[in-house]
């Protein structure tokens, strides 16, 4: 059985005005693998995923990734690869002035999805914890 085992990021990269759109590129049992394309303002809201790991690639741009409830954040920029463990806080807002392009791999695919409130913190549109 012949598998696709590389593919070029830039054809899955969706600029999108309102939510950032989330473009699977593949897809299996062990993992699924998608491109984000974050504009200034935008943003991946709070979440975890309580049964896997998400890792990024930052690919280019810079934003505030979000790190638990309380809403503390930490700066990424290009070149960084960021962890989410198991059931860790993890999103992030573009306040940039360029779009935040980053690789995700969540492992297992079915790692599950949850929403998390950031507690009494708003991102600001600048992008500091207010």
Not at 11 to 21: C, L, M, R, V, Y
Request: include cysteine; charged fraction near 15%; charge should be negative.
């Amino acid at each position: 059985m012949s598998m696709t085992r590389v593919f070029s990021s830039s054809k899955f990269f969706q600029p999108a005005d309102g939510e950032p759109i989330r473009s699977v590129i593949t897809e299996s049992k062990d993992a699924v693998v998608v491109a984000w394309h974050i504009k200034p303002g935008q943003e991946i809201s709070a979440h975890i995923h309580p049964n896997g790991q998400d890792t990024w690639t930052i690919l280019a741009g810079k934003g505030e990734y979000f790190l638990d409830e309380a809403g503390t954040t930490k700066s990424i920029v290009a070149g960084d690869i960021v962890v989410a463990y198991p059931d860790c806080v993890h999103g992030v807002f573009n306040n940039g002035d360029e779009p935040l392009v980053f690789i995700s791999v969540v492992s297992p695919a079915d790692a599950g999805y949850q929403l998390v409130s950031l507690g009494n913190s708003l991102v600001g549109v600048s992008g500091e914890v207010v």
